[in-house]
């Protein structure tokens, strides 16, 4: 809060950045947001392991997409953060933020309605084969297979890239944050190409995971207040 006076009596005004970074504060900060969602998105894949990955319903496939679940839960919030904790000054700015928040959002949800349909098909199936089978059905339907499956659901880290670097670019972050999330998706999309069990995918998770933990400690820094004067007609 900034107390300004001019000749007059002592005027008191409440600094827009005093309360966008107040309002970014909540039960869940963005400390613990931003090093939650990829540390449950790695926990998924490291409980996938004892099944080498596969479709196969069980306690181990019931437990990583429950994980994931919960993670692109958190990676929604994430996005619906974005425009209280950034202040974007400009046009581009604005647009770039809107973008990377909607962009968040939309793909986690579409993560969110695939690992429901992975559960609810774990528990229905009795093994392997009708488990595919199920998949197939959703996938049958027009569109499912891009939105849910596809491209939809992978961009959510195309937005955290923008995200990332837009906080650098109006200096709510460092450099260094932006550069490990965009090297840990670019790891992580390369290590795709080789397979999921690649070795190269849980590096580009935990890189992940360490340029959002360090994103999500500057974030939870509340901004520098612009500093105003209110002159009264004298300019005193």
């Not at 309002?23 to 900060?29: D, I, Y």
């Not at 190269?200 to 500057?218: I, Q, S, W």
Request: proline share 5%.
């Amino acid at each position: 809060m900034n107390l300004t006076s001019s000749t007059g009596p002592a005027r008191t005004r409440i600094d827009t950045d005093d309360l966008a970074a107040g309002s970014a504060r909540g039960p869940l900060s963005d400390r613990v947001l931003f090093a939650a969602a990829p540390a449950l998105f790695l926990g998924g894949w490291l409980l996938m392991r004892p099944i080498d990955g596969q479709s196969e319903p069980g306690g181990w496939w019931t437990a990583a997409h429950a994980v994931w679940l919960a993670g692109f839960v958190l990676f929604a919030v994430m996005g619906l953060r974005f425009g209280r904790i950034v202040g974007a000054r400009t046009t581009g700015q604005r647009i770039a933020l809107t973008t990377s928040a909607v962009i968040v959002v939309v793909s986690s949800l579409a993560n969110i309605v695939q690992l429901v349909i992975d559960l609810v098909g774990g528990f229905t199936s009795a093994n392997s084969a009708e488990l595919k089978n199920a998949f197939s059905e959703v996938k049958d339907i027009p569109g499912a297979e891009a939105l849910i499956y596809g491209v939809g659901a992978q961009i959510v880290f195309v937005g955290l890239i923008v995200f990332a670097v837009l906080a650098a670019v109006v200096r709510r972050a460092t450099p260094g944050s932006a550069a490990l999330v965009t090297a840990g998706t670019v790891v992580m999309a390369v290590g795709m190409g080789f397979g999921r069990n690649h070795w190269t995918v849980p590096l580009g998770m935990v890189c992940l995971l360490a340029g959002l933990a360090l994103l999500g400690r500057e974030l939870d820094r509340p901004a520098a207040p612009a500093r105003r004067t209110d002159r009264g007609p004298s300019g005193a």
